[in-house]
């Protein structure tokens, strides 16, 4: 089983429709992390969490939330989709120690 | 302006070629620099990370850091096919957080 799984793999809805992505992991990582990935852009920041009771804003959280359900579960949700949140989103892990992210597979969503 | 630029490519080279991938920077309290390989339709992987200025060797791969200039190298020494990915930089923060560069593609021709 991999480190970091995401689910779905892949995802088309319909603007205005609620979705969640999540991630599960077997790391044993305190801290969780969800980037969206975009041509010429790099990785972005949505939101990350330091533990279960930790939530923080990333660089461009507008129209997502987040759920951290336990120490190895981390959801993401688009409220409301629209066409602009079409992208790769990943899921990533890290300890307190290192440096190194260990990144899921990623979901793309695709919104029409 | 972006704290890292990187180069989007994509840089295209044949098979045993030395190969160069760089970042620049403008935050010098950057301290932890680091590599990260990514193939297509999978999620990035941690290939090297060095601390402060100075070089860093793994096989074929040596990471390079320059504080003075706020530049960081990758060099891949005979290069494969199998290199064929995108590379990204990233750096650590003073919040313990990365700050990416947006990735280079690199084709290796057989």
């Known amino acids: 089983d991999a480190d970091v799984t995401q689910t779905p793999r892949n995802r088309i809805t319909k603007t205005g429709k609620r979705i969640m992505l999540e991630c599960s992991q077997t790391?044993?990582?305190?801290?969780m992390y969800w980037y969206r990935q975009d041509p010429g852009l790099g990785l972005r920041l949505i939101y990350y969490?330091?533990?279960?009771?930790?939530?923080n804003k990333g660089e461009i959280s507008d129209g997502y939330s987040v759920s951290r359900q336990a120490q190895a579960k981390f959801s993401l949700s688009l409220e409301s989709a629209i066409p602009n949140q079409t992208a790769l989103y990943f899921c990533?892990?890290?300890?307190?120690?290192?440096?190194?992210?260990?990144f899921g597979s990623g979901t793309r969503l695709t919104v029409v | 302006q972006k704290e890292v630029e990187q180069d989007p490519g994509p840089l295209s080279v044949p098979e045993g070629a030395i190969v160069s991938l760089n970042c620049t920077y403008s935050?010098?309290?950057?301290?932890?620099f680091m590599w990260y390989r990514q193939y297509s339709r999978k999620g990035p992987e941690l290939l090297m990370y060095?601390?402060s200025s100075g070089n860093k060797e793994d096989g074929r791969f040596t990471a390079q850091v320059d504080k003075s200039s706020k530049y960081i190298s990758l060099f891949i020494r005979d290069s494969q096919p199998s290199d064929s990915a995108t590379y990204l930089c990233?750096?650590?923060?003073?919040?313990?957080?990365?700050?990416w560069g947006a990735g280079t593609k690199l084709i290796i021709k057989p």
């Open positions: 969490s330091f533990d279960v009771k930790d939530i």
């Open positions: 990233a750096m650590r923060d003073s919040n313990y957080q990365l700050i």
């Open positions: 935050n010098s309290a950057f301290q932890y």
């Open positions: 060095t601390y």
């Open positions: 990533a892990t890290s300890d307190r120690v290192s440096s190194g992210y260990t």
């Open positions: 790391k044993g990582h305190d801290r």
